[in-house]
């Protein structure tokens, strides 16, 4: 439970500035990382609008950043981890999610991505960034992260 707390603490203090965490707006939060989420490696967070899997042009501009660093690093494999709010059914959240990371995963394939293993993962509504009862729309909890694959052997790839 410390572990929770201290992991929203920094990503509330990470996000303390913008405009979506002191409104609630609809607007998308871009760039940092959450706090636990990925290890290793160069890593991103791209956020998205309410149930959306289109990428904001600000998501481009970090999608593009995050693959200019892979490609420098000479990274093999990489790692999509899409997320949803807890706004609908789990199962279309699961979609959703599936959606997200599939979307970023064709972004960076667009930008000559395409030697790089691209490993996809869809983790829904279980994977919160801030916890919040079902049925709720938080936009923090609309993500894909993005970083390096820990461990190529025991990751598992998703598809629609």
Same mark, same amino acid.
């Given at each position: ?17 913008? *405009? ?5 707006? *609809? ?6 990382? !959450?706090?636990? &989420?990925?290890?290793?490696? !160069? ?7 309410? $149930? ?40 279309? $959240? ?7 990371? $599939? ?24 994977? !919160?960034? &801030? ?6 729309? *938080? !936009?923090? $909890? ?5 970083? *390096? ?12």
């Amino acid at each position: 439970m410390t572990r929770l707390y201290l992991a929203l603490a920094v990503a509330a203090a990470m996000l303390g500035g913008c *405009e979506t965490t002191a409104k609630r707006s *609809e607007r998308p939060i871009v760039g940092g990382q !959450p706090a636990g &989420v990925m290890l290793g490696g !160069p890593y991103k967070t791209v956020f998205f609008r309410w $149930n959306s899997a289109t990428l904001e042009p600000e998501s481009h501009a970090i999608v593009q950043d995050f693959a200019i660093s892979i490609k420098s690093l000479e990274i093999s494999a990489i790692e999509l981890r899409g997320h949803a709010d807890r706004s609908g059914p789990s199962a279309y $959240n699961h979609r959703l999610s599936l959606r997200r990371a $599939n979307a970023v995963k064709a972004a960076l394939i667009a930008l000559g991505l395409t030697s790089v293993k691209i490993v996809v993962i869809a983790e829904g509504e279980h994977a !919160p960034l &801030v916890p919040t009862p079902d049925g709720v729309r *938080e !936009p923090q $909890n609309r993500f894909v992260t993005l970083g *390096e694959a820990e461990d190529e052997g025991h990751q598992h790839s998703s598809t629609e």
